[in-house]
């Protein structure tokens, strides 16, 4: 069933980091929007612009230093660590730039370690791990460390692990930075199909690729921390 209300609405929300200090900076200015379920939104800017750290917010690694966010209708910008953290566990998938892969671990072990807090039986924590890492076409290195991978297996691996949960949304920051042309397409083909398997997409990129493929349903730019105008990035 359709939700009403947004699956995502911030308001007035900014970080600051190093606040009335010398070296203040003001990452995240003053920013307002909503998402709405199965919506996938980009966000472009260039380097340092505040996207990732946007992202961090929005997928609860990060606390605001003011304004509100709602996710889920849940006020989670009130959220202590511990509520923030076992929130994210259960409903928002995070892909990280740079993979943040364990190397000496396997693939099928990179998987399976959002499912380790959960109290599971290893059999369910190997059948979900296989069944992830087949639908993400890479259970053909199930047992190959991490750092043996090709860039566009270290991708869908991380993909993978974002997924082993289920969750409502999926936070992807700059996922086709590492591949070429081809790999690219084939890792927005996936995210294509999640969104048509119901999630909710957030990608920061500024891949050309990413802003103008046909899932994408709304495009943010964002410059010293602020969303403004496309014509602006």
């Not at 959220?79 to 730039?97: C, D, P």
């Not at 979900?128 to 991978?149: M, P, V, Y």
């Amino acid at each position: 069933m359709k939700r009403e209300s947004p699956i995502i609405s911030i308001k007035n929300l900014s970080k600051i980091f190093n606040k009335g200090r010398h070296n203040q900076v003001d990452a995240v200015v003053n920013v307002t929007f909503s998402i709405q379920s199965n919506q996938c939104i980009v966000i472009k800017g260039p380097s340092g612009s505040g996207k990732s750290t946007l992202l961090s917010i929005l997928g609860c690694l990060a606390k605001p230093t003011q304004g509100e966010y709602i996710c889920l209708d849940q006020k989670v910008s009130r959220w202590s660590e511990k509520f923030l953290t076992q929130f994210r566990r259960e409903y928002i998938g995070i892909v990280f730039q740079n993979f943040n892969l364990i190397t000496g671990l396997s693939v099928k072990e990179n998987a399976s370690l959002p499912l380790l807090p959960m109290n599971l039986s290893a059999k369910t924590i190997e059948d979900k791990s296989e069944r992830i890492l087949r639908r993400l076409q890479i259970d053909h290195r199930l047992s190959f460390k991490a750092d043996t991978l090709s860039g566009g297996e270290m991708q869908r691996l991380a993909i993978a692990r974002a997924l082993i949960n289920n969750p409502d949304i999926l936070i992807a920051d700059e996922p086709t930075a590492h591949l070429d042309t081809e790999l690219a397409k084939d890792i927005l083909e996936i995210f294509y199909q999640l969104k048509a398997d119901g999630k909710t997409l957030i990608i920061a990129s500024h891949d050309p690729l990413v802003e103008n493929h046909q899932m994408v349903d709304e495009v943010f730019c964002m410059r010293d921390g602020r969303l403004g105008e496309l014509d602006v990035c």
